[in-house]
């Protein structure tokens, strides 16, 4: 099994910055792609990054050219660092993680961002 412990969620004005953390534990090398999805209260959790194995990313359209997600295989640890946030930022932020089979898909327990006006 692997673990995810994330960390970093605060708050913060609008157009301020802020670094989330994914530390994995466990049977890591059985991931395949690592990714952070956000839930504001009332609507569906949304995909806003990935990173695969060898470093390829991808990001959703809403926080394309503002976020960046980053790894450290040494340290098993997954980054999200985060600049010009909007309001329409804020929600719980959780990292996944996914191997090549569907029991392979392993969750966070989150950390809250809220972003003021």
């Known amino acids: 099994q692997v673990q995810l412990v994330e960390s970093g969620g605060g708050l913060v004005q609008r157009g301020g910055s802020l670094s989330l953390s994914c530390a994995a534990s466990?049977?890591?090398?059985?991931?395949?792609?690592f990714y952070w999805f956000r839930q504001a209260p009332g609507k569906e959790r949304e995909l806003v990054a990935q990173i695969t194995r060898k470093g390829m990313t991808n990001y959703a359209d809403s926080v394309n050219g503002r976020f960046t997600i980053s790894r450290d295989a040494d340290k098993d640890t997954v980054y999200l660092e985060m600049n010009n946030l909007k309001p329409d930022d804020t929600a719980v932020y959780y990292c996944?993680?996914?191997?090549?089979?569907?029991?392979?898909?392993?969750w966070g327990k989150g950390t809250l961002v809220t972003v003021s006006s």
């Open positions: 466990g049977r890591v090398f059985r991931i395949n792609t």
């Open positions: 996944n993680a996914r191997g090549p089979v569907v029991k392979a898909d392993y």
